[in-house]
Nanobody
Framework: QVQLVESGGGLVQDGGSLRLSCAASGRTFSSYRMGWFRQAPGKDREFVAAISRSGGSTSYSDSIKDRFTISRDNANNMLFLQMNSLKSADTAVYYC??????????????????WGQGTQVTVSS
């Protein structure tokens, strides 16, 4: 089992940057594929980015590709999401997610085994 705690959200102006962090408990962090999802008001939760267990492979949704970067630090049980060139459309609650058994480049909602509590990102225009 793993517990996930996000931090780093906040209010930022259009075009600004934020770095989200996700701290994971437990000694098996490197055995999980990790990802970020987001949910805007009135919308479904959607995939943002994923990273392989080793960190050697990443994938992104088309809406944030080339603006966001996912990374992980297995030695310190940390997951990150660097968000640049933020837009008002990026306003959402961002969730850290862990998948224990999946393979491939993306993580679906159904594959997620553990969720964080979420952190709010608000981009003002």
């Amino acid at each position: 089992q793993v517990q996930l705690v996000e931090s780093g959200g906040g209010l930022v102006q259009d075009g600004g940057s934020l770095r989200l962090s996700c701290a994971a408990s437990g000694r098996t962090f490197s055995s999980y594929r990790m990802g970020w999802f987001r949910q805007a008001p009135g919308k479904d939760r959607e995939f943002v980015a994923a990273i392989s267990r080793s960190g050697g492979s990443t994938s992104y949704s088309d809406s944030i590709k080339d603006r966001f970067t996912i990374s992980r630090d297995n030695a310190n049980n940390m997951l990150f999401l660097q968000m640049n060139s933020l837009k008002s459309a990026d306003t959402a609650v961002y969730y850290c997610a862990a998948d224990a058994t999946g393979v491939g480049s993306r993580i679906t909602l159904q594959q997620v085994d553990y969720w964080g509590q979420g952190t709010q990102v608000t981009v003002s225009s």
